[in-house]
């Protein structure tokens, strides 16, 4: 064996216990690295099922700022003779009459919505009601949404993500309607409830309109009570017509007369505009067309 001095055997021995010291540092580091890795998976996960929704579940992007004001304004500004020549277009729901003491509000006759963001029939009830109610007024402060994927249990929704408008912070200006939004609910799930997290809340008036003209249809919505003398429930065209289009597409079916999306949205606009133009006396003659009027013997 070879003899080895003092000072090698002390260097030896000081290598070995760096080498051991590095192995040990370097499994510790693999391990840590391992657990940081496990821990942002079940962070992961955690968030996405606290959510209620998964990437996939969280629907389009809405449109904001100027893209936004380019549909809003596409829908506001159909012109007349795109809408009359669509007429009853492919309506499965028109508003019906109903009898009951006058809906005013602000000096004019009052159109009563109710409905809520996670809502598809709402979701494409509002295309409709918008493209209506800019032919008497005008609308600001509109915002883009859709319906919701899943409820707050996980449920699938029909329809689910269905472009819209949301109407709980817009302002409409009208010589002739006064317009009243409730948004109920948010298209957010809400785990805790198994629904949607509220946004707003009827008054008791509005309450009791809901309570006796919707026990009929057990709740439903959207519920739009025009001047208590029209009512209309659900959506008055089949929204699978809206199925994987943007805001942008839809917008544009508008001022095709011939596509699918004008003969759902712009027939259900002529009806509600013929019921609002029995509340007006036909004013303004712009939006009471020969075409629109005589939707209202079909009420």
Not at 22 to 30: C, F, P, V
Not at 260 to 277: D, E, F, Q
Request: charged fraction near 10%.
């Amino acid at each position: 064996m070879t003899n080895q001095t003092p000072g090698r055997r002390t260097r030896i021995a000081a290598q070995r216990a760096a080498a051991r010291k590095a192995r040990t540092r370097n499994r510790l580091t693999l391990a840590g690295v391992a657990i940081i890795a496990v821990i942002a998976v079940i962070v992961a996960f955690v968030v996405l099922q606290g959510s209620g929704s998964s990437p996939t579940s969280r629907g389009p992007t809405p449109p904001t700022g100027q893209a936004l004001n380019r549909v809003a304004g596409k829908v506001a500004g159909v012109p007349a003779s795109t809408s009359d020549a669509v007429g009853a277009g492919q309506v499965t729901s028109p508003p019906k009459t109903i009898q009951g003491p006058p809906l005013t509000g602000g000096g004019h006759p009052e159109v009563l919505y109710l409905g809520a963001e996670y809502c598809p029939y709402c979701a494409a009830e509002r295309w409709a009601m918008i493209a209506a109610l800019s032919r008497f007024g005008t609308f600001t402060g509109l915002a883009a949404t859709h319906s919701a994927a899943k409820d707050g249990a996980g449920h699938a929704e029909p329809f689910p993500n269905t472009p819209t408008f949301t109407f709980a912070h817009s302002q409409f200006r009208s010589r002739y309607l006064t317009f009243t939004p409730v948004e109920t609910n948010t298209n957010i799930p809400d785990p805790s409830s198994g629904g949607y997290t509220t946004l707003q809340n009827p008054n008791a008036a509005q309450q009791a309109l809901l309570s006796k003209y919707d026990q009929a249809y057990q709740g439903a919505i959207p519920f739009l009570d025009l001047g208590n003398r029209y009512l209309s429930v659900g959506a008055s065209y089949d929204p699978s017509v809206l199925n994987g289009l943007t805001w942008d597409q839809i917008a544009a079916g508008l001022h095709n007369p011939s596509s699918p999306v004008a003969k759902g949205v712009l027939g259900s606009a002529n009806y509600l505009t013929a019921a609002m133009c029995g509340l007006t006396h036909n004013q303004p003659s712009s939006a009471c067309t020969p075409a629109v009027r005589a939707l209202h013997g079909r009420i």
